[in-house]
């Protein structure tokens, strides 16, 4: 069974739990709401993209649930 590198990431916006999951092995990068509809779902990026869209997620005050990946809340 192979080990995927999706990373998780949570953050509160205008009262409401939102959630991102980035995958750079599949290109894509998806943002949900609170119920778990889709807001955005971004195909074809490179995992360099993806990379810079993770820092940019990261660089506000960040803590990991657990200490461990692939979960993140901002």
Do not use: H
């Not at 509160?12 to 959630?19: P, S």
């Not at 943002?31 to 990026?45: M, P």
């Not at 993806?50 to 940019?56: G, N, R, Y």
Request: proline share 5%; net charge positive.
């Amino acid at each position: 069974m192979s080990t995927r590198t999706m990373k998780v990431w949570f953050w509160v916006y205008n009262d409401r739990i939102m959630k991102a999951v980035s995958c750079p092995e599949d290109g894509t990068l998806t943002v949900y709401d609170e119920n778990d509809n889709i807001l955005i779902k971004r195909t074809g990026l490179t995992p360099a993209q993806i990379k810079k869209i993770e820092i940019t997620l990261a660089n506000p005050g960040t803590k990991q649930l657990g200490g461990k990946e692939p979960f993140t809340f901002l």
